[in-house]
């Protein structure tokens, strides 16, 4: 069964470095950018191949940059849209809790409880060894999914809420992987935001 952990326990978990800060962004600063993100992003809704079948993504996504670096996960290459000044204005706000610089951003648009992320780790080359997540939540709150490598029975989740910020460091990709989970119960839309550190290969 899932147990669900609170914010302070977060430290608890091992091999991972994970930190929530739930009022990262104001009240009217999430409400403003929501409405921004959701209305001017150029979302997309990419194909992709799950055990030899091809289905569309259950979310629409963008991804944003300060270069034309394009980033690949699970068969899927994107190629970067420009940062708008609603992402540079969260951008500048984690320069200033994290100090840690970021090359681009990937935007998940989940419409409702149907959208949803599978089980996954943001352990691409791509991104380093150890990287550092940084995760901002707009719209309706969802459960954020753990779940051991080395001990899949070791799971817990987490409410992500409007305006906040899911730090995840250290070992955690490594360890540790996440999912947003379909529901059944009837949620409004929600804006995810992962800011990261995208390397050039060789």
Known sequence: M??????LSLAQLPDASIHYIDHFLTMAEANALFEDLQQNIPWK?????VFGKTFPQPRLTSLHGHTQDPYTYSGITMQPHPMTASLRLIEKKLKQYTEKDFSSVLLNLYRDGKDSNGWHADDEASLGINPVIASVSLGAPRFFHLKQNKDSSQRVKLL???GSLLLMGGQTQHCWKHQIAKTAKHVGPRINLTFRKVFRSN
Do not use: G
Not at 45 to 49: G, K, R, S
């Open 2 to 7: 899932i147990q669900p952990i609170s914010k």
């Open 160 to 162: 992500l809420e409007h």
């Open 45 to 49: 809704q990419d194909p992709i191949t």
